[in-house]
């Protein structure tokens, strides 16, 4: 099995600053996908970014960016202008190229303090 | 579109007695699959299903019965219920889970379990 680690278990960021979480994980595949998840207080699990091992380029969506290091098997997802609504836990997540298992990290608990 | 709908929302069974979670789906999707949700352990795979009729291991099976006989249906069976099966439970669906290269699953709202 893939293993993910998450190694703040929480963190804070004022509104409207920057803040990044980190993640790493391990495999000995050359092709797969690595994710981001948010889960809000509300419970539901929602995508927040996603990255294909093979691009070197960082995804980014919105206010959110992720920094690839595919060397160094690390995949860290920076949010940027915090708002009170990004609250909530984060998973990192690893998917192996064919595979069906998605392989989550242990989670986030972000804070957003006005 | 109601999503990936998962019932109840919460159970309390007791050691031994038997359940079933139901998860639906209204958008045609071919991957079904279950998670549990522990603290401090992120999410597992317990089963999946890439469509009527097929499922596999994940994870985390044991415990754990399903079967795929509709498209949209994917229930979860506890047989016989016990302490370390409380949990959260979260089923997801994918029209096409592994040729995207996983680039949408979409989580109902969970099932909350205790089992005393």
Not at chain 1, 65 to 94: E, H, P, R, W
Not at chain 2, 24 to 45: K, T
Not at chain 2, 95 to 105: C, H, K, N, T
Not at chain 2, 108 to 115: D, N
């Amino acid at each position: 099995a893939q293993t993910v680690t998450q190694s703040q278990p929480e963190m804070s960021v004022q509104e409207a600053e920057t803040v990044t979480l980190s993640c790493t994980y391990d495999t000995s595949e050359n092709n797969y996908y690595l994710f981001w998840y948010k889960q809000p207080p509300s419970r539901q699990m929602i995508l927040v970014i996603r990255q294909e091992a093979y691009k070197q380029q960082n995804a980014t969506e919105n206010r959110f960016s992720v920094n690839f290091q595919k060397a160094a098997k690390s995949f860290s997802l920076k949010i940027s202008d915090s708002q009170l609504g990004d609250t909530a836990m984060y998973f990192c997540a690893f998917l192996q190229t064919g595979a069906n298992n998605l392989f989550f990290g242990t989670g986030t608990r972000l804070t957003v303090i006005p | 579109n109601a999503g990936v709908t998962q019932t109840p929302k919460f159970q309390v069974l007791k050691t031994g007695q038997s359940m079933t979670l139901q998860c639906a789906q209204d958008m045609n999707h071919e991957y079904m699959s279950w998670y549990r949700q522990d603290p401090g352990m992120g999410l597992r795979l317990i089963h999946y299903s890439v469509g009527a009729g097929i499922t596999d291991q994940g994870e985390v099976p044991n415990g754990y019965n399903v079967s795929r006989s509709t498209t949209e249906d994917f229930p979860l069976r506890l047989l016989s219920a016990a302490p370390s099966q409380t949990s959260v439970y979260f089923c997801a669906s994918s029209y096409s889970w592994v040729a995207s290269g996983g680039r949408e699953l979409f989580f109902g709202e969970g099932s909350r379990l205790t089992v005393l």
